[in-house]
C-alpha cells in the first residue's frame, strides 16, 4: 500500500487485503464489525475512502485516553 490521500476512496483489490476477504458480502461484514463507514456498491462490494478506514466511526468522539503513569491512591488506605 502507498501513502494515500484521507479522500482517497480505498481500491477493490485494498480492500481485499484489509478485510482478507474477496467475497463482497464478506468485506461488507468485516467492515461493518470494525466500525467502518462505507456504502455498499450497485455491484454489492463496499465502497470507502482511506479518512473513514483510518479514522473508524467507532472511535470518533471517544474521550483521549491518558496512559500516563497515575499515583495509587489505594495504597494510602
Known amino acids: 500500500m502507498q501513502d494515500n490521500n484521507e479522500n482517497d476512496i480505498i481500491s477493490d483489490s485494498d480492500i ?3 478485510t ?9 461484514e468485516a467492515l461493518r464489525t470494525a466500525g467502518i463507514f462505507f456504502i455498499t456498491r450497485r455491484d454489492g ?3 470507502t475512502t482511506w479518512g473513514h478506514f483510518n479514522y ?3 472511535l470518533r468522539n471517544q474521550p483521549p485516553v491518558d496512559a500516563g ?4 491512591f489505594g495504597a494510602l488506605d
Do not use: L
Not at 20 to 28: L, N, T
Not at 69 to 72: E, F, H, L, T, Y
Open 69 to 72: 503513569i497515575q499515583p495509587n
Open 56 to 58: 473508524p466511526v467507532s
Open 16 to 18: 481485499e487485503r484489509i
Open 45 to 47: 462490494r463496499p465502497s
Open 20 to 28: 482478507g476477504y474477496k467475497s463482497a458480502s464478506k468485506q461488507c
